[in-house]
């Protein structure tokens, strides 16, 4: 099944549906953050929000962006988020977390704020102006000891990317691998297994953004389309990176009405989309 929604994504006009309105106020975990983490005044935070929203709209315009979602911090909304901050905390030496698609990386800074080691976080991003806006954002360039790499997962001739493999017991995947399609999710997939170390127990985990019925949405010019996964099929595709990896996953997701759905805040898309969350242990 392939569909395609009216509007384009990818265009930097802001008359398009899903740029917001700016912001009044801000509220919960990432107020705390920029507060108490990055120790932007309170009376600064909103406007500090909204200026890096357009900021990061000139670099790459995606509806995560216009929308703001990377004030979401959903990483530590999923139910191994303890578990995977008590691994990072008891074992700084070897344990380590990878977020692919980092953004700003506001998942790794709620990480070292919440006790992690920052040391043990690594953030893999396309556009480097991400990554330089992320220090700004969070006024940690001189604290923030992890690590972040320009780079495409995909691309296996990056020697930075070859020599993270096999060293991660977390990959964090979030709101990312809806942008290739299905073939291009096995295949980042297939990569992600190869940064995991090789033994039970480590984990991928993450949101994207998925549909009641499995479906192919063509959303840039150019006719590239992206894939929105049901339950059924996120699982059947972790078959498939199994099969093409020689390993066994036990596969852990739900859809809700994240992403505004629940508050109609995503009108412009496709009435069957919803969120996807997984959490996929090798076993």
């Not at 339950?231 to 859809?255: I, Y």
Request: charged share 25%.
């Amino acid at each position: 099944m392939s569909t395609q929604v009216p509007l384009a994504i990818g265009s930097k006009d802001r008359n398009v549906a899903w740029y917001d309105p700016p912001l009044t106020s801000v509220e919960g975990p990432i107020r705390d953050l920029l507060e108490n983490y990055s120790h932007v005044p309170a009376d600064e935070v909103v406007s500090r929000v909204v200026e890096m929203r357009d900021k990061l709209w000139d670099v790459h315009p995606w509806p995560c962006v216009g929308q703001f979602r990377f004030t979401a911090l959903s990483l530590r909304t999923q139910p191994s988020y303890p578990h995977i901050l008590s691994r990072l905390q008891s074992s700084p030496t070897t344990e380590r977390l990878l977020d692919v698609g980092c953004c700003l990386a506001p998942d790794l800074r709620k990480l070292a704020h919440d006790g992690a080691p920052s040391s043990c976080l690594v953030g893999l991003d396309t556009q480097a102006e991400f990554i330089t806006l992320g220090y700004d954002f969070f006024n940690d360039r001189e604290t923030f000891k992890g690590r972040f790499i320009h780079a495409d997962i995909l691309d296996t001739t990056n020697e930075e990317v070859k020599n993270l493999e096999g060293g991660f017991g977390v990959v964090l995947l979030g709101m990312v691998l809806h942008i290739w399609d299905l073939e291009g999710q096995i295949r980042a997939c297939e990569r992600v297994v190869q940064m995991l170390r090789p033994e039970r127990g480590v984990m991928v985990v993450g949101q994207s953004v998925g549909s009641l019925v499995a479906t192919e949405v063509v959303v840039r010019e150019g006719g590239k389309g992206i894939y929105k996964h049901d339950v059924e099929s996120f699982g059947r595709m972790w078959e498939e990176v199994g099969r093409r990896t020689g390993t066994k996953w036990e596969v852990r997701a739900r859809l809700d009405e994240g992403l505004g759905i629940a508050q109609g805040r995503r009108g412009w898309d496709e009435p069957s989309t919803r969120r996807l969350f997984f959490e996929v242990e090798r076993v």
